[in-house]
């Protein structure tokens, strides 16, 4: 029976991190003693040549013992690095994967709180506007009333605009009680009135009385009383 061995991504990289994880465990367990214990072999190597204590030609046998128990200590620190290496790296990666979706859920929690709060306030600026009472559309004829009568006003001056608002007001009025509230015959606000409204047919007079033309009652109550 023929195995069929599948490739597997990275496999490369991911010895590679091993590697560097069992060094770097390694060097921050042994290295200090490794070097420590190298000094003083030589040290000690010196020392015993110099003093006579080592026989010639036993120099590299005395170096061998010496350094045979760290050689021996540097292999089992390897082995047992080697074998934690991968708990580590994995609890390494489920640590960031942890950092990661808690920063990606708190993101998702501020979107979501800011498109709610975008919601809320579009839905209350739309119940505003649905509560708010719209003016009611008008024909297009009381529109060009509402034109006319906004040119027939232009040469009313503020006295006899206020005139015209008490004529509109009261619905007709006769020539004494318009003088009498204007500033009486004097101020002649009777026949103001009828030079600048009669042409236009703004105003109508009968019988010494005065009343605004019923066509265009709507449309100057609109630019008198409305605004």
């Given at each position: 029976?023929?195995?069929?061995?599948?490739?597997?991504?990275?496999?490369?990289?991911?010895?590679?991190?091993?590697?560097?994880?069992?060094?770097?465990?390694?060097?921050?367990?042994?290295?200090?003693?490794?070097?420590?214990?190298?000094?003083?072999?030589?040290?000690?190597?010196?020392?015993?040549l110099i003093f006579g204590w080592?026989?010639?030609?036993?120099?590299?046998?005395?170096?061998?013992?010496?350094?045979?128990?760290?050689?021996?200590?540097?292999?089992?620190?390897?082995?047992?690095?080697?074998?934690r290496a991968p708990a580590k790296?994995?609890?390494?990666?489920?640590?960031?994967?942890?950092?990661?979706?808690?920063?990606?859920?708190?993101?998702?929690?501020?979107?979501?709180?800011?498109?709610?709060?975008?919601?809320?306030?579009?839905?209350?600026?739309?119940?505003?506007?649905?509560?708010?009472?719209?003016?009611?559309?008008?024909?297009?004829?009381?529109?060009?009333?509402?034109?006319?009568?906004?040119?027939?006003?232009?040469?009313?001056?503020?006295?006899?605009?206020?005139?015209?608002?008490?004529?509109?007001?009261?619905g007709q009025v006769n020539v004494?009680?318009?003088?009498?509230?204007?500033?009486?015959?004097?101020?002649?606000?009777?026949?103001?009135?009828?030079?600048?409204?009669?042409?236009?047919?703004?105003?109508?007079?009968?019988?010494?009385?005065?009343?605004?033309?019923?066509?265009?009652?709507?449309?100057?109550?609109?630019?008198?009383?409305?605004?």
């Amino acid at each position: 029976m023929r195995l069929r061995w599948k490739p597997v991504q990275d496999i490369g990289q991911y010895y590679a991190r091993l590697a560097r994880q069992v060094a770097s465990d390694t060097r921050a367990q042994f290295g200090g003693g490794l070097v420590i214990g190298l000094a003083l072999c030589i040290l000690n190597g010196i020392v015993g040549l110099i003093f006579g204590w080592i026989p010639n030609g036993g120099v590299p046998r005395t170096a061998i013992i010496a350094l045979l128990p760290y050689a021996v200590l540097l292999v089992v620190t390897l082995l047992f690095n080697a074998v934690r290496a991968p708990a580590k790296m994995d609890n390494r990666r489920t640590v960031r994967i942890g950092l990661l979706r808690r920063s990606a859920r708190r993101r998702f929690t501020e979107l979501r709180d800011a498109k709610n709060g975008e919601l809320s306030r579009l839905t209350e600026r739309l119940r505003q506007a649905e509560a708010t009472p719209k003016a009611p559309p008008i024909s297009v004829i009381e529109q060009r009333r509402r034109d006319l009568v906004a040119e027939y006003l232009k040469p009313f001056d503020a006295d006899e605009i206020k005139a015209l608002r008490h004529v509109l007001e009261s619905g007709q009025v006769n020539v004494q009680q318009l003088e009498l509230r204007f500033g009486g015959p004097t101020a002649g606000m009777w026949r103001r009135l009828l030079n600048k409204g009669i042409p236009t047919g703004l105003v109508k007079a009968d019988s010494r009385m005065l009343r605004i033309n019923p066509e265009l009652v709507n449309a100057l109550a609109f630019h008198l009383l409305g605004k």
